[in-house]
T-cell receptor
Framework: EAQVTQNPRYLITVTGKKLTVTCSQNMNHEYMSWYRQDPGLGLRQIYYSMNVEVTDKGDVPEGYKVSRKEKRNFPLILESPSPNQTSLYFC????????????FGQGTRLTVV | QKEVEQNSGPLSVPEGAIASLNCTYSDRGSQSFFWYRQYSGKSPELIMFIYSNGDKEDGRFTAQLNKASQYVSLLIRDSQPSDSATYLCAGPGYSTLTFGKGTMLLVSP
């Protein structure tokens, strides 16, 4: 089954404790991205990747890191999480950056206390 | 900046009515648009995509694209309570897909 898998689904952590949210897709997609979604603000892109070893900032990259060492994986790293990073996070993948359907992971609800 | 705008709603319609959701975009060169449905706390799922001017129908859903007026719409016929969700419009940005903030649809029994 074609899918984008995120883990964990839920995470509660403390301020400053490094964490990684994993994302993996099995569709051989070139393009992957991370979004956060907050009430009233919609989906905001954090980082995206056009291909292996190619990543770029989205609209709200501060406080986040990503890597794309393999085509299928695109982890999101929070080196020192803060409460304002409490949000619902989605990973997405697609064949190309535009004009193609984006497939979303199940989401990760992160709470930073 | 390439933008996609939607009314946040909520749009309330009775069961069986037609729900009309609208989206405007800033870039005249945009070629394709996508409508996603998102239930609360869940991930967005694709309902329709449209590349050409005019209408595209799929079951109870019709997407309309008017490039001259720079708007995209989604019509849902015979609305059901299960259609209650937030509908996201997406179009091309500079290097990625750009999403509107979504319109919440409430269908009352």
């Amino acid at each position: 089954e074609a899918q984008v898998t995120q883990n964990p689904r839920y995470l509660i952590t403390v301020t400053g404790k490094k964490l990684t949210v994993t994302c993996s897709q099995n569709m051989n997609h070139e393009y992957m991205s991370w979004y956060r979604q907050d009430p009233g603000l919609g989906l905001r892109q954090i980082y995206y990747s056009m291909n292996v070893e190619v990543t770029d900032k989205g609209d709200v990259p501060e406080g986040y890191k990503v890597s794309r060492k393999e085509k299928r994986n695109f982890p999101l790293i929070l080196e020192s999480p803060s409460p304002n990073q409490t949000s619902l996070y989605f990973c997405a993948s697609s064949l190309a950056a535009q004009n193609t359907e984006a497939f979303f992971g199940q989401g990760t609800r992160l709470t930073v206390v | 900046q390439k933008e996609v705008e939607q009314n946040s709603g909520p749009l309330s319609v009775p069961e069986g009515a037609i729900a009309s959701l609208n989206c405007t975009y800033s870039d005249r060169g945009s070629q394709s648009f996508f409508w996603y449905r998102q239930y609360s706390g869940k991930s967005p799922e694709l309902i329709m995509f449209i590349y050409s001017n005019g209408d595209k129908e799929d079951g109870r859903f019709t997407a309309q694209l008017n490039k001259a007026s720079q708007y995209v719409s989604l019509l849902i016929r015979d609305s059901q309570p299960s259609d209650s969700a937030t509908y996201l419009c997406a179009g091309p940005g500079y290097s990625t897909l750009t999403f509107g903030k979504g319109t919440m649809l409430l269908v009352s029994p």
